[in-house]
């Protein structure tokens, strides 16, 4: 059984940074960030791949979000930077069992237990 443990959330102001991190108890495939806000589903802000070398970010956060992966390290991260009141949800961390991106929530079958960022205007 795969845990993963988020970390690194806080309250900002708009235009500030936030470095989130996500631990793996063990070596993981494919990877991703989503984020929540009550009342909706999960939203995918981040994919990976299992070797860290492709990528995917939805408009809503490109070119402000980075996600990486050091998998020495058993850890994945999401630098996001510039950011904006409407950033402002639960983001957790999910780890599939394939090597290609997925950007879909229902394909991960692990999940951290969540971090919540908080971006004031």
């Known amino acids: 059984q795969v845990r993963l443990v988020e970390s690194g959330g806080g309250l900002v102001q708009a235009g500030d940074s936030l470095r989130l991190a996500c631990i793996s108890s063990g070596p993981v495939d494919n990877m991703g960030w989503f984020r929540q806000v009550p009342g909706q589903g999960r939203e995918i802000v981040a994919a990976?791949?299992?070797?860290?070398?492709?990528?995917f970010y939805p408009t809503s956060v490109e070119g402000r979000f980075t996600i990486s992966r050091d998998n020495a390290e058993n850890a994945l991260y999401l630098q996001m930077d510039n950011l904006k009141p409407e950033d402002t949800a639960v983001y957790y961390c999910?780890?599939?069992?394939?090597?290609?991106?997925?950007?879909?929530?229902?394909?991960?079958?692990?999940w951290g237990q969540g971090t919540q960022v908080t971006v004031s205007s």
């Open positions: 999910a780890a599939g069992t394939r090597a290609e991106i997925w950007n879909v929530p229902d394909l991960y079958p692990y």
């Open positions: 990976i791949n299992s070797r860290g070398t492709v990528t």
